[in-house]
């Protein structure tokens, strides 16, 4: 589907939609009209905080559809397309969230003559699923590559544990979230573990003790 | 200031069904149902990221984060300083007008 036309149509379809773009995990923010009220990496952050939201709710709630943040002068809306990609629009609030879900609604199910009937992917491939070290029915429910055996696992909780002391009880979230992320960029193995944990330590928002959990994992640092 | 027992009056506006007040470290303040504690985490987590928003968006804070659900039972999500409130919209009534409700109680505590 070419949604760079559709997103085109939709802004076009409504004067109070003042800008929008397309975000898909391989290629990053295309599609961008929304020059006019921030820039390209403001943009793909907003994306990427999005699609945490997303997988945060989605764990929770099985029945979640558009995204709507509400500021003062702007609302900006998110849904998600196929393959883990978005569509981002930037509305007046005078404008009715019902009336913005009809119209992308409308033109999202709106095929041109041009476009082929058949179920394929235009812009990008589909992400590559990351291969566990050992698929076992435990470690398939927990999502992870690692096997409940594995010298990793303790390192692991301690990393988690350590985490929740300075965040709370969203560490538990925060850490899975991450964890996943690791697993698919990087092979889960401990030289690969400082990654995980300078991605966490950027959670912690105090300076201090950021620096005093980067200095307790230390000894996970390349160690089995 | 306001405290928790002023929040508890949240579950008798209308068109809110369930709602929690959750401190920024996860803890649960003031609830209305049950099961509250294993929605903490998302609402803090989410608020956080809303909080964010306004590094990319020229300074915006944002007032409201609201995800949409089949049921209509939308979710609501707002910054309250170090807590965040989030509430679970009865699915007949207006979100837009259970949003503008809400922050009408909240300018209302300050």
Do not use: M, T, W
């Given at each position: 589907m070419n949604y760079e036309a559709k997103l085109s149509d939709i802004i076009a379809s409504l004067p109070e939609i003042q800008g929008g773009f397309l975000f898909a995990?391989?290629?990053?923010?295309?599609?961008?009209?929304?020059t006019g009220i921030t820039n390209v990496d403001d943009l793909l952050q907003v994306a990427l905080k999005f699609s945490k939201i997303f997988s945060q709710f989605s764990v929770h709630f099985h029945d979640t559809g558009n995204f709507r943040v509400t500021f003062k002068d702007l609302v900006l809306f998110a849904t998600v397309l196929e393959q883990g990609q978005w569509l981002f629009l930037f509305y007046r609030p005078s404008l009715s969230p019902s009336m913005v879900n009809m119209t992308v609604q409308l033109a999202l199910n709106i095929q041109s003559d041009?476009?082929?009937?058949?179920?394929?992917?235009?812009?990008t491939p589909p992400l590559a699923e990351p291969t566990p070290t050992s698929i076992t029915p435990e470690n398939k429910a927990r999502n992870t590559?690692?096997?409940?055996?594995?010298?990793l696992n303790g390192p692991l909780n301690t990393l988690k544990n350590e985490l929740s002391k300075y965040i709370g009880p969203v560490a538990e979230l925060i850490f899975e979230d991450f964890r996943e992320e690791w697993e698919t960029k990087f092979s889960p193995t401990p030289e690969n573990l400082p990654e995980l944990i300078r991605v966490l330590a950027?959670?912690?928002?105090n300076a201090n003790d950021r620096k005093t959990f980067k200095k307790a994992m230390e000894t996970f640092s390349g160690k089995e | 200031m306001a405290t928790a027992k002023d929040f508890s009056r949240l579950g008798s506006i209308e068109g809110v069904g369930q709602f929690l007040l959750v401190r920024n470290?996860?803890?649960?303040?003031?609830?209305?149902?049950?099961?509250?504690v294993s929605l903490s985490s998302i609402v803090v987590s989410s608020g956080k990221y809303c909080d964010s928003f306004a590094e990319n968006l020229g300074g915006r804070r944002y007032l409201h984060l609201c995800v949409e659900r089949m049921s209509g039972e939308n979710i609501l999500v707002f910054s309250l300083g170090r807590y965040y409130l989030g509430i679970i919209k009865h699915?007949?009534?207006d979100p837009q007008v259970l949003a503008g409700s809400i922050l009408t109680f909240l300018k209302g505590l300050s």
């Open positions: 995990p391989e290629r990053g923010v295309y599609g961008n009209q929304a041009d476009e082929e009937e058949k179920d394929i992917l235009e812009i590559g690692i096997a409940p055996e594995s010298k950027e959670e912690i928002d | 470290d996860g803890h649960v303040v003031s609830e209305n149902f049950a099961d509250a699915p007949d009534s």
